[in-house]
Nanobody
């Protein structure tokens, strides 16, 4: 079973950037579509970005489109989320997960969740 470990979160000022990483254990990482979700305090977990196993195809929620970029390095079994022009409303715990249904934004279609990494954006 694949295990996922997120890292790279922290405290950043509005307008700044962070790059999150999600390292996967196990084999056949390139066969998995992957995704990033986030959960702000008092809110439900929401989809942020998804990427195909090859890394060629991606999709985003509207609120991060143009600011966030999802990518992956299959040789390193790692998926990334580059976050630019961060806003206070991006403050959340960010999770990566295996995407079991391409183009889904519903967390029920994702699995093998990591423990999350906290991102805090100050105004």
């Amino acid at each position: 079973q694949v295990q996922l470990v997120e890292s790279g979160g922290g405290l950043v000022q509005a307008g700044g950037s962070l790059r999150l990483s999600c390292a996967a254990s196990g084999r056949s990482f390139s066969s998995y579509n992957m995704g990033w979700f986030r959960q702000a305090p008092g809110k439900e977990r929401e989809f942020a970005a998804g990427i195909s196993g090859s890394g060629i195809s991606t999709y985003y929620t509207d609120s991060v489109k143009g600011r966030f970029t999802i990518s992956r390095d299959n040789a390193k079994n790692t998926v990334y989320l580059q976050m630019n022009s961060l806003k206070p409303e991006d403050t959340a715990v960010y999770y990566c997960a295996i995407n079991r249904r391409w183009l889904s934004r519903n967390e029920v279609d994702f699995g093998s969740w990591g423990q999350g990494t906290q991102v805090t954006v100050s105004s």
